[in-house]
């Protein structure tokens, strides 16, 4: 009536074009890229695309339930918003804009191990605005990717276990970064120049072990080797902002340097394996989440150890090129898991008919990725909340029109494989 636009555009396509116009090339590149020639990515939506929803008629869709339970929090949608890492080269806090939209639209916030902000500020941002709606307080999981300094895991476990984290997502598929064109090809690494490394600037046991390197440096009379460019001063100027502290002392302080490449170091273990797994499961009372799963005898051995959910995920086709599509490994996740663990599903989600398919394929939810992302760059924290609100109820719809009115609902007989 009054000719009020969205503040995004409502179908990814159109989302996804609009977001490039308001990203850096460094910024596109990171997060739209994917490993290799990008057929990871391919694979997400042909999984997908594979199969068709065939809608039943005559039911009574007029009342639906959208919602379920997760780790003993209901959830107004089966959806989740995954982790992004180094989202701070599309907006400055991205983290604490997603984690508010999240907050208002009700649904968990997986906070990146890779943020751009303290877990703590993004908590007491969303818990603020959860209170506005009579909320105690926003539903959240945190993101752990496992380093090399065990000081670090245990101080990242702890603080996600005071600041109200319902779950503990561990990171398998990403020991190391994969092979990533779009990065290579411009010289760009986010975490270089500290976006991106904002939970280990904040962690007392990561700074211990950064003061113990600028003291070891100081000692043995090592100099820094310096090659004097534009993008050598663009970099220092990057530290110098984003590492706590006054900008200006950063810039000749050998802090945010020395940060940085303690972060390169050991931000993650290669020799990650099944027994430091199971030693976690000792460590902490959060459920534990596996992200990475593709291969139904990993998902099997996950169960058997007493892991409370599998994420199936290729990372959004960012770490293995030619990886099989994230909807395909679904079907025999889900089957090996038998109902004994919660299953999730996260890479390659564009619409409401993705989520009717995911859900039906053997999913207990989804998780989000790119598309929350692209809302920021487009309009920040509105943005966020915009794309989260399309996708339910582009799902909401989609299940009415289908015929169907609970989640209960949602098996393989409305879906109809089609190649």
């Not at 996600?160 to 779009?182: F, H, I, K, N, S």
């Not at 007392?204 to 000692?219: G, H, L, P, T, Y």
């Not at 998780?367 to 582009?394: D, K």
Request: charged content about 20%.
């Amino acid at each position: 009536m009054f000719g009020h636009r969205p503040a995004v555009p409502t179908n990814f396509t159109a989302l996804e074009r609009a977001a490039r116009k308001r990203m850096s090339k460094q910024a596109w590149a990171y997060v739209a890229g994917g490993a290799g020639e990008g057929t990871g990515m391919d694979r997400n939506r042909a999984a997908l695309d594979r199969w068709a929803i065939v809608p039943r008629m005559l039911r009574d869709t007029s009342l639906r339930d959208l919602t379920t339970e997760l780790f003993g929090r209901r959830l107004p949608a089966p959806v989740l918003v995954a982790p992004v890492g180094a989202a701070g080269l599309v907006r400055p806090l991205a983290d604490v804009e997603i984690g508010a939209a999240a907050a208002t639209v009700g649904v968990p916030y997986i906070f990146s191990n890779q943020g751009s902000a303290p877990m703590e500020d993004v908590a007491a941002e969303m818990d603020r605005v959860a209170q506005t709606s009579g909320a105690d307080a926003a539903p959240r999981w945190f993101q752990l990717y496992w380093s090399t300094n065990e000081a670090v895991v245990e101080s990242f476990v702890h603080r996600a276990e005071t600041m109200g984290a319902d779950a503990l997502v561990v990171t398998l598929d990403t020991t190391q970064l994969g092979w990533r064109p779009q990065d290579l090809n411009l010289g760009s690494l986010p975490f270089t120049r500290a976006v991106g490394i904002a939970q280990y600037t904040s962690d007392s046991a990561f700074m211990a072990s950064v003061r113990d390197r600028v003291a070891a440096a100081k000692a043995a009379g090592q100099r820094p080797d310096v090659e004097v460019t534009l993008g050598a001063i663009k970099t220092l100027f990057s530290m110098a902002r984003h590492v706590p502290g006054s900008f200006r002392r950063n810039l000749t302080s050998p802090i945010p340097r020395a940060s940085v490449e303690t972060f390169l170091d050991t931000y993650s273990r290669p020799s990650l394996c099944w027994d430091d797994i199971a030693g976690l499961r000792e460590r902490t009372r959060l459920p534990i989440i596996l992200k990475g799963i593709l291969h139904p005898d990993d998902a099997r051995r996950a169960v058997d150890m007493g892991i409370d959910g599998i994420l199936v995920s290729n990372h959004g086709g960012r770490q293995v090129d030619s990886v099989i599509g994230a909807a395909d490994a679904l079907v025999d996740v889900a089957a090996a898991v038998d109902g004994r663990a919660r299953v999730i599903l996260d890479s390659g989600i564009r619409s409401g008919a993705d989520v009717f398919k995911a859900l039906a394929l053997g999913a207990d939810a989804v998780a989000v990725g790119r598309p929350h992302v692209y809302g920021l760059a487009i309009a920040g924290r509105l943005g966020v909340q915009q794309v989260l609100e399309n996708l339910i109820a582009e799902f909401d719809i989609t299940m009415g029109l289908a015929g169907v009115a609970s989640l209960a609902e949602l098996d393989s007989d409305t879906l109809r494989r089609m190649s």
